[in-house]
């Protein structure tokens, strides 16, 4: 019973022990355990992370929301922020983070007000955004700045600074989610909106603020991925999304709202990214992985549901 109670208050427990599964079969598959392939992981799972993070914001005021806009909102910062770092750096990252904000505060000003649920909120905004990025993409500069690139792949022991700026991210989310008024707010609405509504809380502010908070982070990502891989491109945000929405059910937040896990979900990206990485070891096919990860991806959605139910 105390491991049972343990592990239902630390549902990162999980995901964690997914990561040392993974690593471990890796170093079979490769032929030997080490530090280096732990560290990739590190890196590759970083970009998994922010938009699992961002995920894991709107999955949690319930519903069933998800934001299928995060790699759209990524990819159409990664061009703009390449643009505007032509002429200053800090301009760079401000336009992306400010263009998500807005784009996140659409979604939710839509899914509010016109009471269109969110997967089809950010699915039609995803399209219209990618739609702007098809457009202008051949017209504007796709090429990140070098001393930010140089920064984020700079190592400390095998860590990168990219690894470390994520984690702190993840951190500062954590405090927001579980240290102030707004974080209880915002699980209290995930829990039963109309409860939250009779609690005195400004439901409708606080799930646009979600949405606000979800795009800023995504266009932040789009940021960090165009210094990481040199430029902007149009699909640069595919690879991260079905393993971003796996990482956020995977570290514990709830596919009906309520609750979040910020250290579960960076687990959760960890895990994905190993997964990634065994998959490719393994050499499997790109079509064959897709089909693992979707598999992966359900069944943790039905268990996220039943568990849910279970504790209603």
Known sequence: MKIKNFTEKNSWIWPLLGVIVLWIAIGAFSGGISLKSLFSGFSLASFILLLALAQMFVVTSGKGAID??????????????????????????????????????????????????????????????????????????????????????????????????????????????????????????????????????????????????????SGFAGVLCASYVGGAFRDMGEAYFLPSIAATFIGGTLAAGGKSSTAGTVFGAFMMSLLTTLLNVTRLSPGLQKLIQGAILVLILIASVNKKAGEK
């Open 68 to 217: 299928l806009s995060t790699v759209y909102i990524m990819t159409f910062a990664a061009f703009v922020s390449c643009t505007a770092m032509q002429k200053n750096i800090f301009l760079g990252f401000l336009v992306a983070v400010v263009s998500g904000i807005i784009f996140g505060a659409i979604n939710g000003i839509i899914n509010v007000y016109l009471k269109i649920p969110a997967m089809i909120t950010t699915l039609a905004t995803g399209y219209i955004i990618y739609t702007f990025v098809l457009i202008t993409a051949s017209s504007v500069t796709n090429t990140s700045s070098q001393a930010i690139a140089k920064f984020i792949n700079t190592t400390h022991g095998g860590i990168s600074n990219l690894t470390i700026i994520c984690v702190v991210i993840a951190v500062i989310l954590g405090i927001v989610l579980y240290k102030t008024k707004y974080g209880r707010q915002l699980h209290a609405v995930g829990q039963n909106r109309n409860a939250a509504r009779y609690a005195g809380i400004q439901v409708n502010k606080v799930l646009i603020i979600t949405f606000a908070i979800s795009g800023a982070i």
